[in-house]
């Protein structure tokens, strides 16, 4: 097979296995997004003092111990991978370890550990015994995946901000697309951390009250843990036997500022139609638009206008689910590719569909362009049933990624 065949073919993936505030597993996630239940933004305090809202995972749901370090990252991490093991055992039974690849992206480096660790340095002139500073590297989240399941094949971290995980995704088509894999456990993880929670209020980033995504009323970021991951595959080899398949994706670097977006949209809008090509698609063909609606004012404003150019004024619907989830940084793109898997599975076959909704206050900034947000349990006819779902991802910097999943 040539290399531009290989590029042609489709890149299959496995049921999401994911943990985060608003569900433990996919199918209790589908449920709470579905329904608008956001009972996992609630208010924290850091050890400031300050109180903020964030959808962090309660401590009962996760394993009590990590087996590589001990820091909730990992042990987020490590609830989210053992639901993937058996998809991971069906792709390296298939392929071997050797042609199975990692793509895992996070913006964490041990956030919650290092500044206590160096409050004891600073303190008693020594790190405490259980701190290592491999703890602080950008690649710990990818090479445990790697040690937990013995795969032997490229092993790749991403730490682009809030497209990480959805860069890592792209990356993960591309090593199965030009042969360099067969298989690659792909996906992301973050932690709302008091480092971080702090970090994103110095830049006047993080709401006072529960995030309202593209409200006139918008005031910023409620952040949030999360880890998703899946199985990319070159084959349909998942006992699920959906079919689904990651049909494009597109990615831009604005570099318009260090945080701030492009207010006019560009990068973003270059974005959606780079996906929409790759894919070989048009607009009229997406069902559903995952937004990447972070509820800062410059994030929204932009992306409005993104969609309505590339959807030429067509009310797509569409929903930011960081309005239940929080916005889970790094992990943010794989956990709502996560939401449109499961759009795709629970509607297959259906012309009357539920969909992802977005919970917000319902007063409209006339400045955006008018969007068609999906309201909680309503059911929406289609001609046809939804074949392919979009997701956005668009990060500090300018670092953009749009995903297009189909089913068959």
């Known amino acids: 097979m040539s290399l531009l065949e290989q590029m042609m073919n489709k890149v299959y993936l496995s049921a999401p296995a994911l943990i985060c505030s608003a569900g433990n597993d996919a199918d209790e996630f589908w449920k709470r997004i579905v329904s608008g239940n956001r009972d996992g933004i609630k208010e924290t305090e850091t050890c400031t ?11 009962s749901f996760l394993p009590e111990k990590a087996s590589r370090f001990n820091m909730k990252i990992m042990r987020i991490e490590d609830a989210a991978l053992e639901q993937l093991r058996g998809s991971v055992k069906k792709a390296m039974e298939r392929y071997g370890t050797e042609r199975t690849g990692v793509c895992v992206g996070s913006c964490d480096n041990g956030s919650e550990f290092s500044v206590a660790a160096h409050r004891v340095f600073f303190k008693d002139g020594k790190f405490p015994e259980d701190y290592s500073l491999e703890m602080q590297g950008a690649d710990y989240v990818a090479t445990y995946v790697k040690e937990k399941f013995g795969a032997e094949g490229p092993c790749l971290a991403f730490s682009t901000a809030c497209s990480s995980s959805a860069g890592a995704a792209v990356k993960a088509a591309q090593l199965i697309k030009s042969g360099i894999c067969d298989a690659v456990i792909c996906g992301g993880v973050d932690i709302a951390s008091d480092t971080v929670l702090l970090g994103f209020d110095s830049l006047e980033a993080v709401s006072s009250e529960r995030t309202n995504p593209f409200s006139k009323n918008r005031s910023g970021i409620t952040l949030g843990d999360g880890a998703a991951f899946f199985v990319m595959s070159r084959d349909n080899i998942f006992e699920d036997g959906m079919g689904i398949y990651l049909a494009g994706y597109g990615e831009s670097a604005d570099a318009y500022h260090m945080t701030s977006p492009d207010p006019s949209g560009e990068g973003a809008f270059i974005s959606m139609k780079a996906a929409l090509e790759n894919a070989g698609l048009e607009e ?43 916005h889970t940084l790094g992990a943010a793109g794989s956990l709502e590719l996560a939401a449109c898997y499961m759009t795709l599975k629970n509607n297959s076959g259906k012309k009357n569909c539920i969909l992802p909704c977005q919970v917000w206050d319902g007063e409209r900034d006339e400045d955006i362009p008018e969007l068609n947000f999906v309201t909680a349990g309503k059911e929406y006819v289609f001609d046809d049933e939804i074949k392919f779902c979009m997701s956005n991802s668009f990060a500090f910097g300018g670092s953009n990624v749009t995903l297009i999943i189909g089913r068959e």
């Open 49 to 59: 003092g300050k109180k903020f809202y964030a959808a962090r995972i309660e401590e």
């Open 284 to 326: 009229k063909d997406i069902g559903y638009v995952n937004l990447h609606g972070t509820g800062t004012k410059f994030n929204d404003s932009m992306e409005g206008k993104a969609v309505d150019k590339v959807f030429n004024g067509r009310k797509v619907l569409c929903s930011s689910t960081k309005s239940i989830t929080g």
